[in-house]
């Protein structure tokens, strides 16, 4: 630590830090633009030019070591007069349109002018015109005359996204940002530009010219798109959410949110939001009814099931992204129904997963913590698309010497130096475990596990091993793939395996926004019930299904609406149409996170609670409240709770740390190999949930398009054909029609086929066996 003096008050700042730093601990202000704390030192707007004494012209704050009895003056009238003419410069060629800008209200380059610009300009040259530049779907460059060459957008790209997608060009005043040869922005982080750009040259595409930042409303929130949780700022006029933006918390999402997160909201008001009660009439139609109507309908339904056929015949499905609030009352109407038939594991398949672990699988640490290990082992996991802010993370650990390795299926790029990779079949992923579990105990000297004495370990598996027994801290971490596939128990068992050879922390990236608060609310069954993909294998008779859609969010979509259709009896909570318009006999309008109090357990076991930015759409209500309702109506004991923090407190009552636990009990061992080509599925980024996928500019986005039968070269050798053919890919479900495409990521032998698509609906599991020839 250096000792400085600045403004006449005396401060220690870690030696190597610069002046800015040690003003912002002071709390003292100095005016800048270039600068921020996440990024990289520029130094090229000069705005933050200060006096210090003994040098012989003004410094910029933010490049200028502290040193120790340094004498700075942030407000001496040589420091004023370097900030004024900056600021003169600065706005020589800025076009003044602050009344037709959407950033005008909570812009850098107004506030500052403010203070440090003159009255009238000087200026009476032709200023610059800057033509908008195509940056895709959710970012306008229409004001990108307003840029000032701060680049932050550039740096942003390189440091945080991990990938240079804007850069400068020319010199002087004839510098532009652009796009390289006019290419669309497609960082999945890329919306954070928009954030921090200080002036109106990147925009919301979405947002813009729909409101002024002082007409809104803002409350904080929780994001429902994964499991990290991420802060949010909800912004909305006349009970509409007309913006997202991110909220600081340097534990969770530190001050960025994906796109996911910020454009997700434009699927809020689409033609397809349920508005009323509906019932579907003996005819097949579907017609309006009020609220009291339908809930006697769906009593009326049940009991009538549950005298007939018995309450064994009743299931409750949730979802990840329903509250913790929600799923308790979801799992406590199925039990005081008399049925242990509840689960919100959608995409869960394997049966001996939920006796492989023995708690609440959560991610085993701090989020932080991600940032401060040495060695990180990826299992089963499309990291930057299941969870773009934990990819961050490891992004910048890696920059510090952060080894991060892979098991996977489809070798999708990080956008950071991987250590080491295993690319195998799914059904191999166990295998592969094996082989570094083999390898790290031929490194220490330590006995082979019995099962795996015949295990030869390729040199893929010794790197990963070796990776792994050099580091201190060390962390083994499951991913979404991993914990939906149909061997999720042993990829489980051997990789907690690999963990304890290792010394390494052990967890579970989690699929969803709220899979720990679904595990402690009680949504999974209890003896002698189902599991959703069991429910959804044979048709109950009756069915309430909250949250979800089942065509896209199950594992097996083409059969989960053949068993819903079968059903005598199905009840939709949904907010949307078309999510149950097929298969329900009655849908009840229910709030999305915005319009909804409740809470969300993130992967690390945080709890965070929120409350409704806007009032329900419509006659839509809050589900716990729906849920409260119907437990009144069925006449059943425990639905007597007013708020939804009565229904979080009887969850999270006794706490939650002694109920995390990625404990597994099951044994490792091999498992073979599939016959024929595997089918590697993965869900993109923006067809993860109901939501997202009617935000039409995120469908906009290149993450969306329509999916191809992607596979590496030698598995298009093997069968003859040539990338850019249609082929007919069959599965023991059923076929579709798509067209290859080169992608040596993918695993030799394997087909990669993304989920959650009505093209690929008919294939049905993401796992199995599939045939392809030319179509």
């Known amino acids: 630590m250096v000792e400085l003096t600045i403004d006449g008050i005396k401060v220690e700042a870690p030696e190597g830090s610069m002046v800015i730093q040690a003003a912002h601990k002071l709390g003292v202000y100095v005016p800048h633009f270039c600068y921020h704390k996440k990024l990289s030192i520029a130094a090229n707007c000069r705005m933050c030019l200060v006096d210090v004494e003994k040098a012989p012209k003004a410094l910029p704050a933010c490049a200028t070591p502290v040193t120790n009895g340094m004498i700075v003056h942030t407000r001496s009238e040589k420091a004023i007069a370097a900030q004024k003419s900056v600021m003169e410069f600065l706005l020589i060629n800025h076009p003044l349109d602050c009344p037709v800008c959407d950033q005008g209200g ?12 003159a009255s009238a300009s000087r200026y009476r040259e032709e200023k610059r015109v800057v033509v908008a530049k195509s940056m895709g779907p959710l970012i306008s460059t229409d004001g990108m005359q307003r840029c000032i060459h701060c680049t932050r957008c550039v740096r942003f790209g390189q440091e945080i996204g991990g990938i240079m997608e804007v850069g400068m060009i020319n010199r002087g005043e004839f510098s532009e940002i652009t796009t390289f040869v006019g290419e669309a922005v497609e960082s999945e982080l890329s919306g954070n530009m928009i954030d ?3 002036v109106g040259a990147l925009l919301s595409k979405p947002f813009k010219f729909t409101a002024r930042t002082w007409e ?10 994964d499991s990290l949780g991420a802060n949010l700022v909800v912004q909305a006029k006349l009970d509409r959410v007309l913006r997202v933006v991110p909220f600081e918390n340097e534990d969770v999402n530190e001050c960025w949110i994906s796109d996911r997160d910020r454009f ?20 097949g139609q579907w017609r309006e009814a009020s609220w009291s109507d339908a809930l006697q309908v769906v009593v009326h339904g049940f009991n009538t099931v549950r005298d007939q056929f018995g309450a064994e015949q009743i299931g409750g499905i949730g979802n990840h992204n329903a509250t913790t609030e929600e799923l308790a009352l979801l799992a406590r109407l199925m039990r005081a129904l008399g049925s242990e038939n509840v689960d919100f594991r959608l995409r869960g398949i394997d049966p001996t997963f939920e006796q492989a672990v023995a708690g609440v699988p959560w991610l085993g640490m701090p989020i932080a913590e991600l940032g401060q290990l040495d060695r990180v082992l990826i299992v089963g996991s499309f990291l930057r698309k299941d969870h773009p802010l934990m990819a961050q993370r490891l992004r910048q650990a890696v920059k510090h010497g952060t080894q991060v390795s892979f098991i996977d299926s489809a070798a999708d790029d990080p956008l950071f130096p991987v250590s080491g990779r295993m690319t195998v079949a799914p059904s191999l992923l166990p295998n592969a475990l094996a082989e570094v579990l083999v390898a790290l105990a031929q490194a220490k000297d330590q006995p082979v596990p019995e099962a795996f004495a015949k295990v030869e370990p390729s040199p893929a598996a010794q790197l990963i091993a070796a990776s792994l027994s050099s580091g201190q801290r060390v962390a083994v971490l499951l ?3 991993a914990v939906g596939s149909d061997k999720a128990g042993l990829i489980a068992a051997n990789a907690y395996a690999v963990a304890r050879s290792a010394s390494a922390k052990f967890g579970f990236l989690t699929p969803g926004a709220n899979t720990v608060g679904g595990y402690l609310a009680g949504a999974t069954p209890g003896k002698g019930g189902l599991t959703a993909e069991q429910m959804l294998a044979q048709p109950l008779k009756a069915y309430l299904v909250l949250h979800a859609e089942p065509a896209f969010d199950s594992d097996n979509g083409a059969r989960a609406l053949e068993v819903l259709k079968a059903a005598g009896f199905a009840v939709a909570l949904t907010s949307f149409k078309s999510a149950a318009q097929e298969w329900a006999d009655v849908m009840l309008p229910i709030s999305p996170f915005t319009e909804t109090s409740g809470t969300f357990v993130n992967a690390e076991g945080r709890v965070q609670s929120f409350k409704g930015a806007a009032a329900p759409f419509a006659d839509t209500r809050p589900a716990w409240k729906v849920l409260r309702v119907l437990g009144n109506l069925f006449q059943l004991q425990g639905f007597d709770d007013e708020t939804s923090e009565s229904v979080r407190e009887t969850v999270l009552v006794s706490g939650i740390d002694g109920r995390l636990s990625n404990d597994v009990t099951a044994s490792a061992g091999l498992s073979s190999k599939r016959e024929g080509l595997e089918r590697v599925a993965d869900v993109p980024i923006y067809r993860s949930d109901a939501l997202v996928r009617r935000s039409q500019p995120l469908q ?3 993450a969306s398009q329509a999916p191809h039968a992607r596979m590496a070269s030698s598995t298009l050798a093997g069968l003859g054909i040539e990338a850019g053919t249609a082929v007919r890919i069959g599965s023991a479900q059923g076929q579709v029609v798509l067209a290859a495409f080169l992608d040596d990521t993918v695993a030799p032998g394997c087909v990669r086929v993304a989920t959650a698509f009505n093209e690929t609906l008919a294939l049905g599991s993401g796992f199995g066996q599939l045939t392809v020839e030319r179509a």
């Open 479 to 481: 991913g979404n793939m």
């Open 196 to 198: 921090i750009c200080p």
């Open 264 to 283: 997700s909201y434009e699927g809020l008001y689409t033609e397809d939001r349920l508005a009323h009660p509906m019932l579907k009439g003996e005819d």
């Open 216 to 225: 809104m409303g803002r409350r904080r929130s929780v994001s429902p798109h």
């Open 106 to 117: 909570e812009c850098q380059l107004q506030d500052l002018a403010v203070g440090y610009g």
């Open 700 to 702: 906009d986005t290149t």
